[in-house]
């Protein structure tokens, strides 16, 4: 039997293009030999010390406390764990519009996967911040800071994106990571981009 491929794929729970991609990397595993292994990125640490819009700054603000819980669920639980914490708070902000930056959402989200509520207690001061910035550093610095996330490490590779909205399912997801994954192959290969023509879309 084949073993699986190991996709580290780096996330805020923010990021309406990163919940999209990792919702793809789950389609993947369904029709590749791939697995996904989800880690911690902060566009509030990213962002720390930019020049940024007042509301953007806000959204910043608001990012800390997913992001501190979600490395608290590692933490404590391990990275199998914070995959199942990823899609709960994901569900809850992004297909329930439930409000970004909001202890009683992330609660709730612990709650879903049977964790320990003390660790959103604990995502309201920077206990955890050490390892969130280490966390953070492990995904970017190989893909530079010109970025935001998702960040895809494959094959040696670190990536930015893809950037997709809707995510797409069965082999279309697969032949997806098949050109994605193969780009890796060229060690000069940096960019492609075309601009958006739609927000994310849900489904």
Known sequence: MTSA????FWFDPLCPW??????????????RP?????????????????????????????????????????K??????LRDFYTAIG???????????????VRSSLNDCGFDLAIADQATTGVHDADL?????????????????PVIHINGKALFGPVISPAPKGEQAGRLFDGFALVTEVDGFFELKRS??????FD
């Open 5 to 8: 491929q190991t996709v580290d």
């Open 18 to 31: 990163a919940w999209i991609a990792s919702r793809w990397m789950l389609e993947v595993e369904k029709v």
């Open 34 to 74: 791939v697995h996904t292994v989800f880690h911690v990125m902060s566009l509030s640490v990213l962002n720390q010390g930019r020049d940024l819009p007042e509301d953007y700054q806000a959204h910043m603000e608001h990012g800390w406390i997913g992001v501190r819980a979600a490395i608290g669920v590692e």
């Open 76 to 81: 404590q639980y391990g990275t199998e764990a």
């Open 91 to 105: 569900t809850r902000y992004h297909l329930g519009g439930e409000p970004k930056g909001d202890i009683e959402v």
């Open 133 to 149: 910035i280490a966390s953070h550093h492990a995904g970017m610095d190989p893909v530079g800071d010109e970025v935001g996330t």
């Open 196 to 201: 958006r023509d739609r927000g994310p879309v």
